[in-house]
């Protein structure tokens, strides 16, 4: 059977390549941002998902499984390695990394996608549209993001629960990734001062340029507020039929205030890492 | 590689056969309606999540991958059908199907969970918990709810498509065949009432002991509300800073009255075919 669905999963790559349009075609500003507000929602709603389910440490234990038992070309994997890699290679397999949007957290342990690679010179620059800080992305949400959004507790649910984390890194990953978007787009906007910046590879430069303090703050405070409406536990009538009832944190379902430092603390900077190490590629 | 994969999955069912509590202990009314509210939200965030995309009709079409290369029982498969299965089949090597809450919608093609099975008997009577209508839900998601959800169009995204079309199914699927729950808290409350009408096979005696309109109108205004709430979009300042523009539809991401009416015509009759199914099998 295996070998009947490769098959088709490969006429399937195959026939997909006919469809693939361009998805960032008249890449501005503006679809930018919108794109950039959109991702907000998906990565609140993930997060939110992600509290259904208590925080089911064995999931994340490289010992839990026993040693010796991962795969690829780490030996000790963790529950959550092995579900995501083998979650991944399914979604490989169906296309989903030819769309440069999409970028795996296991690349290497998953098998190549065996159709033509998908041409993006058009959206972005490519020899740097390999950059991603996916590795980063890993690490933070494991080690400083989920502590803070999952209580205590093991309920042996482990595979809805990485399944939900996995939505929530996916989210994580394309937001934070898309800075390679928004690079190409403010480098093809004042090509003149990043050509000096990028040939002089002056990152401090680079970063202050692509730094709106004024702008960022609006994100944040966005954000901790879509927390407030989206978590929030809703009845039928009374003062909260319209509003949002602001009286106690204890009612959202994740704090607003970790939504407004994930973004303070990691999505804004990494994703403006990510800008500046497309940029330093943006000439190679 | 795969036969190390399958070798620690099975050990990680192994494994999570250790840690396997019952979900549902302490089963009760109030339980039920927080599990049944809660739900609301995911179903509601994975349409949101869904309209992202256009409909992309290719990955629905059996015709379009070529006749002859479906496997399992169907000859002329989709995409989205191989899509969903091979997600299903990696899912169930992880032990998600082991929670009674999950039921996979292609369970006869996907390789059997070889943990020994979970011993659910103290949340549902054992002869009944088979019961699901996860064939209809398939149905109806895909005939007449996501026409009324995705815009018409094809970018080739068919992998994060699908993806977003399994989440919506399995959060239906969640909470509609959650009515085998509802039905043995509502079987325990009153266990004479229901023993009787269930000897005489009693269809429609039993859909109205279920039926509560008042209920049911609370449940389809709530969701309809949440719909509002959770499907704007939003801006920082201005009149929307804690509460709804209600001006048009169009700022929503799903109709809110698409929401309603799904409860009204689909989840909520589902879930009480549900109930009375599971009921007749209550004293098998």
Same mark, same amino acid.
């Given at each position: ?36 507000? +959109? ?135 394309? +937001? ?26 002056? +990152? ?17 405070? +966005? ?62």
């Amino acid at each position: 059977m295996a070998a009947r669905v490769l098959q088709t999963l490969l006429l399937c790559n195959a026939a997909l390549m006919l469809h693939l349009l361009l998805p960032c075609a008249g890449l501005s500003l503006d679809t930018v941002r919108d794109f950039l507000t +959109r991702e907000e929602d998906t990565i609140i709603f993930s997060l939110i998902e992600r509290t259904r389910y208590p925080l089911n440490r064995p999931a994340y234990d490289p010992d839990y499984l026993g040693a010796g038992h991962g795969h690829g070309h780490r030996l000790n994997a963790s529950f959550a390695e092995l579900f995501v890699s083998e979650s991944e290679a399914v979604q490989s397999k169906a296309g989903r990394y030819q769309s440069l949007q999409e970028i795996p957290f296991f690349a290497y342990r998953v098998p190549f996608t065996l159709a033509p690679p998908y041409n993006f010179t058009s959206d972005l620059y490519p020899a740097a549209a390999f950059v991603n800080v996916n590795d980063a992305i890993w690490s933070v949400y494991f080690n400083n993001l989920l502590p803070l959004l999952a209580k205590n507790g093991d309920d042996g649910n482990y595979a809805v629960t990485v399944d939900s984390d996995l939505a929530c890194l996916q989210a994580l990953s394309r +937001r934070i990734n898309y800075g390679r978007f928004v690079a190409e787009v403010k480098y093809r906007g004042d090509q003149q001062t990043y050509t000096s910046l990028i040939q002089s590879k002056d +990152r401090d430069a680079l970063m202050k340029l692509l730094t709106s303090e004024a702008q960022e703050d609006v994100v944040k405070r +966005r954000v901790e507020k879509k927390a407030v409406v989206f978590g929030q536990s809703m009845a039928l009538g009374g003062p909260t039929e319209t509003g949002v009832n602001n009286s106690s944190q204890a009612t959202f379902k994740v704090d607003p205030s970790v939504v407004y430092n994930l973004y303070d603390q990691w999505v804004i900077p990494l994703t403006k890492q990510v800008e500046v190490e497309y940029l330093l590629h943006r000439l190679d």
